[in-house]
């Protein structure tokens, strides 16, 4: 995908966005709160042996795991991803100057 300003524009709202979000109160408490809710779950994927009619039910427990996971880390990768993006553009508008400076 091109390196456009409304490109950067976006990251630049994304990123300012997600960080703000990571900040407040509630998101806090709110990854406290999956963060146990993952704790516990793990403790009972470990704890309760697998027998072959429950496998379904360990693989369904593993994506749960797995999603809150996800909802508690996506802040943070939109973060990183954004801040690739807008590194990106101040690369690209680096070397066009490079070019226009050597012109």
């Not at 300003?5 to 630049?12: C, K």
């Not at 966005?17 to 009972?44: D, K, Y």
């Not at 309760?48 to 880390?73: H, M, R, S, T, W």
Request: glycine letters at 6%; proline letters at 3%; hydrophobic letters at 45%.
């Amino acid at each position: 995908m091109p390196l456009t300003d409304n490109r950067l524009a976006e990251a630049v709202r994304r990123k300012n966005a997600m960080a703000a979000l990571q900040h407040t109160e509630g998101w806090q408490m709110l990854v406290l709160i999956l963060t146990e809710i993952r704790s516990l779950r793990a403790t009972e994927l470990v704890t309760n042996p697998v027998v072959a009619d429950g496998l379904y039910a360990q693989e369904f427990a593993k994506g749960i795991i797995q999603g809150l996971q996800l909802g508690i880390d996506t802040p943070t990768t939109l973060v990183e991803e954004s801040q690739a993006v807008i590194s990106g553009f101040d690369e690209v508008e680096e070397r066009e100057e490079e070019v226009d400076n050597a012109a």
